[in-house]
C-alpha cells in the first residue's frame, strides 16, 4: 500500500462551499434549468480568475452580479459572501485527527482576506498554520491546470508520489491523476473516511476492502 507524508486539501468545496456557489445562493437562489446552468458556468469561470489572480476581488463581485443581472454592490455581495459560508465541522474534525499523523497542508483559492476572516470566526489557526497554507494567488500561475499539479508538491518541499491531494473538483481531480498526483475526489466527510482508510492513512475497524455483503450497495 502506498504511503504519503503529505496531504493537501482544497479550500473551497472541502472546508467550506466552493466560491461560485456561495455567490449563486446569493446572487440567483432560485434559478433553474438552463439559466441555472449557464450561470454556474460563468461563476466557476470568474471564481477560477479571481484563484488564479486574473481579477480582485471587487472585480468578481461586479462581474458575478452582473452575471446574474443583479444590482448588489461589489462590497455588500463580498460581505454576503464571506457571511454565508458555514464550516464543514465533520471534514474539520477528521482532518485534526489526520494531522496529528501526517503533514497537512492547505490550499486555498479564496481571497485572502476574506479566507482570514473565515479563519479567525471559525477559529483554525492551530488547525492551519500559515507556513502550511498555499494561496492559488500567490502561485502565479497563468492558468490553474496542470502546472499546479507540479506546483504544490515543489511548494510543500516533497516529491509528488509522497503527496495525496483532497479536490472537489472531479475534473481537475482526475486530470491530477493523469499527470501522476494521487487525488482523492472529495463529496462528503464519510466517504472521505472510507477513501482514507482504503489508503491506510483512518483507522477504522470496518474491513473497506471486503466490506459484508449486508454493508454493500444492491442495484
Not at 89 to 104: I, T
Request: proline content about 5%.
Amino acid at each position: 500500500m502506498k504511503s504519503f507524508s503529505v496531504i493537501l486539501f482544497w479550500f473551497g468545496g472541502v472546508f467550506t462551499d466552493s466560491l461560485a456557489e456561495l455567490t449563486r445562493a446569493e446572487l440567483a437562489p432560485g434559478t433553474t434549468g438552463s439559466a441555472a446552468v449557464s450561470i454556474r458556468k460563468q461563476l466557476r469561470s470568474l471564481s477560477n480568475q479571481l484563484a488564479l489572480g486574473s481579477i480582485t476581488s471587487q472585480e468578481y463581485c461586479q462581474q458575478a452580479s452582473a452575471a446574474c443581472d443583479s444590482d448588489i454592490a461589489d462590497g455588500e455581495l463580498a460581505r454576503r459572501v464571506v457571511a454565508s459560508a458555514r464550516l464543514n465541522q465533520p471534514l474539520a474534525d477528521l482532518v485534526q485527527k489526520v494531522a496529528a499523523s501526517h503533514q497537512c497542508w492547505l490550499v486555498v483559492d479564496y481571497p485572502v482576506p476574506w479566507f482570514h476572516e473565515l479563519v479567525e470566526r471559525w477559529e483554525l489557526h492551530s488547525q492551519f498554520p500559515e507556513n502550511r497554507i498555499l494561496f492559488t494567488v500567490d502561485l502565479k500561475l497563468l492558468r490553474m491546470t496542470p502546472e499546479i499539479f507540479y506546483l504544490l508538491p515543489q511548494k510543500v518541499n516533497q516529491p509528488m508520489a509522497e503527496c495525496l491531494v483532497i479536490d472537489p473538483v472531479s475534473a481537475r481531480a482526475v486530470e491530477a491523476m493523469r499527470h501522476g498526483l494521487a487525488t482523492i475526489i472529495y463529496v462528503y466527510p464519510a466517504r472521505l473516511k472510507h477513501e482514507l482508510a482504503l489508503q491506510g492513512i483512518w483507522q477504522t475497524e470496518e474491513n473497506v476492502m471486503h466490506p459484508a455483503e449486508s454493508e454493500r450497495v444492491s442495484f
